[in-house]
């Protein structure tokens, strides 16, 4: 995960998959910062995600090595397990995704520096044909993750993921599994969810 053919990017229109938004990435070729393969040799499972994000966290070459800026989150594209998509990201005081889902990847983040906040719904949304929809009480989580704290998520997790400081950039590691088909893009006003946009690949890398 360190070498010099990594892909960084700062502010624009468009965020990076791990939990991705707020700047436009280049694609280059990913550093290694592990083993390109699952313990099994099979398809990575959110666990085995979770322990790579984990560990890539302890690299202090690796997190040094990102560049930060003061205005958009940066990251470098990184090799994850068995086939999976893995970034590296830098988030600046005040910085977030909004709320956003995976589609049918599975994942894993977790905070090499600095602290995150995660709010996330536990409520499956459906999965197309929908435009508007209104959440019922109770659906709500809330999580700080501090420096070393991570964790895993099913398909279809929907959540935002924030940098509450306002003084000190947050640096986070994540991996997905497949590589991501797409992120759908939402907004929130009280208990009304809206679709505000799907985007591919092609958006972000």
């Known amino acids: 995960m360190s070498s010099a053919h990594s892909a960084v990017a700062t502010a624009g229109s468009v965020s990076p998959p791990p939990s991705p938004v707020s700047s436009a990435a280049s694609s280059a070729s990913p550093v290694s910062a592990a083993s390109s393969t699952s313990a099994s040799g099979a398809s990575p499972t959110s666990g085995e995600l979770l322990e790579f994000v984990r560990r890539t966290a302890r690299d202090e070459a690796l997190i040094a090595s990102l560049p930060l800026d003061p205005e958009g989150r940066t990251w470098i594209r990184l090799d994850g397990p068995g086939g999976s998509e893995s970034w590296l990201i830098g988030w600046p005081p005040g910085t977030g995704t909004g709320w956003h ?105």
């Open 101 to 205: 889902d995976h589609a049918d990847s599975i994942g894993a983040f977790t905070t090499a520096a600095g602290a995150l906040r995660e709010h996330s719904l536990v409520v499956r949304l459906p999965t197309d044909g929908w435009k508007t929809l209104e959440l019922t009480d109770g659906v709500d989580r809330s999580r700080e993750l501090a420096t070393g704290q991570g964790r895993a998520f099913g398909r279809n997790h929907v959540h935002e993921v924030l940098n509450e400081s306002e003084d000190a950039h947050a640096i986070s590691v994540h991996a997905y599994y497949p590589p991501l088909p797409r992120i759908r893009r939402f907004s929130r006003t009280g208990a009304v969810l809206r679709l505000e946009q799907t985007e591919s690949p092609e958006d972000w890398q």
